[in-house]
């Protein structure tokens, strides 16, 4: 009898397990395949963190650079200053007990970095000295924003503080609801002339007063929906992004969306899920995407320019954009260069085997990514022919099409007492398509020319429980 019972224990079980395994399907990432090369990419230098036995979780261990330096900052307290041309050591600070998570930032003289145990660390940018420690007591998960007046703070609990730059004291709070289930991440504060913007796990993006710490506006970019926990998820993980009057952003499982930096008030908005961020230039904003695409949308009007779908399920980076391309990494330590014109793929180099969590950083002309061990490499991208020389911009967007005027006038028509039918309007523009690659006058690279091994099924983004 228990031996019967034991079996039926063991089918049930069973049943259970192909139960889940039958309605959960599994991404399988995309498998890299070759393709024409239009960038040359050349290592500059290479170099690391000193951050040995520390876990491996960068994700809001990102890279910072102002002027001809790059910072970068570990969970064993490290924090480090490089020389951006060369990659040499221009100072080295270790911090005993100090678990970094969240940083750095750079700005008004200081570097500072928050801790998973809730501490904000600020060091003179110049000799990586400390000028002050505070406690906030909330895990801080992504880089604070530094300006004259203040240091903004974003913590896991749902509080953006802001800090005085001299000495760290407190100058105002101002908190959102956090649901019972979020991401495992935060947004990064943005600071805008007197107002200071973050996103949150509810879904919502506030504008507070630098001043006085008043809430100027707040604006639900995607209201939660589903029935489930994890079908609610709706965070703001990304950074918002201001470029004139304007604000942008984008939230998982929710809408990407353009607003009004003195209101908050909705210009655009369109179905989208990202958990990463948005890059913009003059003309567009580039997304990649939960699902692995990248994506390149118009200012005005959020209509889409082009879609890359190369990279699906690979557990993209946020994108960063340069003169002529768009940049990202992926799970397994690829990066890789998207003609910002057209979203054809252009470069790849894997100047690691560990995932890349952090978008790559660029200044100037090179390009700096930090892997999830602590190692940094810097390139330099150099066009092959002319299909990338110069600075590449997206299509304009056609002008709506208009009727000839025609050669005689037509007879006029006899008086109706029936009204007019309506006239049907025009179709919207549609971008042109983008231009074909031209012949390549070489083979392309050994590093394209033969595909990588099929990678393992990618892992969703890690949720934490509140």
């Known amino acids: 009898m228990r031996q019967l019972q034991r079996w039926t224990l063991v089918a049930a079980v069973l049943l259970l397990i192909a139960a889940c395994s039958k309605d959960k399907d599994i991404d399988t990432p995309a498998v890299l395949s070759p393709f024409h090369q239009t960038l ?14 520390a876990r491996q979780l960068r994700l809001g261990l990102s890279l910072a650079t102002e ?5 970068a900052a570990g969970y064993k307290g490290e924090v480090v200053a490089f020389d951006l041309t060369s990659g040499h050591v221009v100072w080295h600070t270790r911090l005993k007990k100090t678990p970094f998570s969240g940083g750095p930032a750079v700005g008004g003289g200081l570097v500072a970095a928050g801790t998973s145990e809730g501490e904000v660390v600020a060091l003179e940018a110049d000799t990586g000295k400390v000028r002050w420690r505070v406690r906030l007591n909330g895990e801080i998960l992504a880089a604070p924003a530094i300006s004259e007046r203040a240091v903004a703070v974003r913590t896991v609990d749902g509080k953006l503080r802001a800090l005085s730059p001299k000495d ?3 100058l105002w709070t101002q908190e959102q609801q956090v649901p019972r289930l979020s991401l495992r991440g935060t947004s990064r504060p943005v600071i805008a002339g007197d107002l200071t913007l973050c996103g949150f796990d509810n879904g919502k993006v506030i504008a507070v007063n630098m001043n006085d710490g008043s809430l100027q506006w707040e604006a639900t970019v995607a209201p939660p929906h589903g029935r489930t926990e994890l079908e609610r998820l709706n965070d703001v993980d990304s950074t918002p992004r201001v470029s004139g009057s304007d604000v942008f952003t984008v939230g998982y499982q929710g809408r990407v969306a353009k607003l009004a930096l003195d209101n908050g008030q909705v210009w655009w908005s369109h179905d989208a899920s990202s958990y990463r961020g948005i890059a913009l230039d003059d003309d567009a904003l580039y997304v990649a995407m939960a699902s692995g695409e990248v994506v390149a949308l118009r200012h005005g009007s959020g209509a889409e320019v082009w879609r ?8 993209l980076s946020a994108v960063a954009i340069t003169d002529n391309a768009v940049v990202t990494a992926d799970f397994q330590g690829y990066v890789h260069w998207l003609d910002k014109a057209t979203g ?12 890349i969590s952090n978008p790559p950083v660029v200044s100037g002309n090179t390009v700096i990514v930090i892997d999830d061990a602590g190692k940094i490499t810097a390139y330099r991208a150099t066009p092959i022919g002319g299909a990338m020389a110069g600075k590449r911009k997206i299509p304009a967007e056609s002008a709506p099409a208009r009727d000839n005027a025609p050669a005689a006038p037509a007879a006029a028509p006899a008086p109706s007492t029936e009204p007019a039918p309506a006239v049907p309007p025009a179709p919207a523009a549609v971008p042109p398509a983008p231009a074909a690659p031209p012949e390549p006058a070489a083979p392309p690279a050994p590093e ?4 990588p091994p099929p990678p393992a099924p990618s892992t969703p983004p890690p949720v934490t429980p509140k």
Request: hydrophobic share 30%.
């Open 308 to 315: 890359q779908k190369a990279l699906l399920h690979r557990g």
């Open 67 to 71: 002027g001809n330096r790059v910072y």
């Open 40 to 53: 040359k990419i050349q290592r500059v230098w290479s170099a690391s963190v000193p951050d040995k036995g």
């Open 344 to 355: 054809e793929l252009a470069a790849r180099v894997r100047p690691s085997k560990h995932r």
């Open 168 to 170: 760290g004291h407190d």
């Open 448 to 451: 394209t020319a033969t595909p």
